[in-house]
């Protein structure tokens, strides 16, 4: 299953923008893999510092078995922004049957925008982005109008 | 009796409205939205009445969508005119009936169908 020395592991988190700080979640999930946190959360605040305050952003941390490390940042997670553009707090506790919020087709094509400049979905049709959009509203219990 | 007034004026703003009321399967609401998004779209761009079988959007031009801003920098982006987004949006919403599906799409629905109902049936326990 493991790979030999020369692997790096991989460590997913999100974290919100710009504050990142050594204590929990991230102290720890770092610290076990011997890397300084503070190095972590330096480079990391100063990477996201164009993002607003506190928007949550997932990061994944290679870290190689020299305690060396990259990292990549990603779009905020869909569901989160979805919330937002239909101004709720929390989805719905029973999606299918209830209704938390609606959003317009104008909304999940701004989402669009911002989530192609994810270099993960960079290579990916707008079209198909938005369709994607709309299934992860459907799991929220946000219904999509035109 | 709203549709026959839109149908009695002949500029090209009413024919436009027309066809979606004509059209709306969504009924009252959809003759709303209308009535708001004809006060606040400009008569100049109602220029492809045929392109459009969808209702207007809710989102008018002009609205701000908030929340969607993720930059300190930047602002909320504003709503364009319906006709400036790629005419695929609109279609997002549709749903196919069975009989037009395509054999891959129509096995892909029997199966998920078949999936739920397994999952409905072992749940019940």
Known sequence: ?146 | MYTRLLFANSSARYVRAGCQTYKGTRGIASSLILRTAEKSAEPANEAQPTQRKYPASSAVHGTVLKGLNIYKAGKDPVALKDEEYPDWLWTLLDEVPVEKMTERERQRHERSKHIKESNFMKSRK
């Open chain 1, 1 to 146: 299953m493991s790979k030999k020395a020369a692997a790096a592991s991989l460590l997913k988190l999100i974290v919100p923008a710009g504050k990142a700080t050594p204590s929990p979640p991230i102290g720890p999930a770092l610290g076990q893999r011997g890397v300084k946190s503070m190095d972590f959360c330096k480079q990391f605040n100063d990477r996201t510092k164009e993002l607003i305050l506190e928007t949550p952003t997932p990061v994944a941390i290679a870290i190689k078995p020299d305690r060396t490390f990259t990292f990549a940042i990603k779009s905020p997670p869909t569901s989160w922004l979805l919330k937002k553009a239909a101004g709720i707090a929390k989805g719905a506790s029973q999606p299918g049957k209830q209704v938390a919020g609606s959003v317009s087709l104008k909304h999940i094509y701004a989402i669009a925008q911002i989530k192609s400049e994810d270099p993960a979905m960079s290579h990916i049709d707008m079209h198909k982005i938005c369709k994607s959009i709309i299934s992860t509203a459907k799991s929220a219990g946000i219904k999509v109008v035109y």
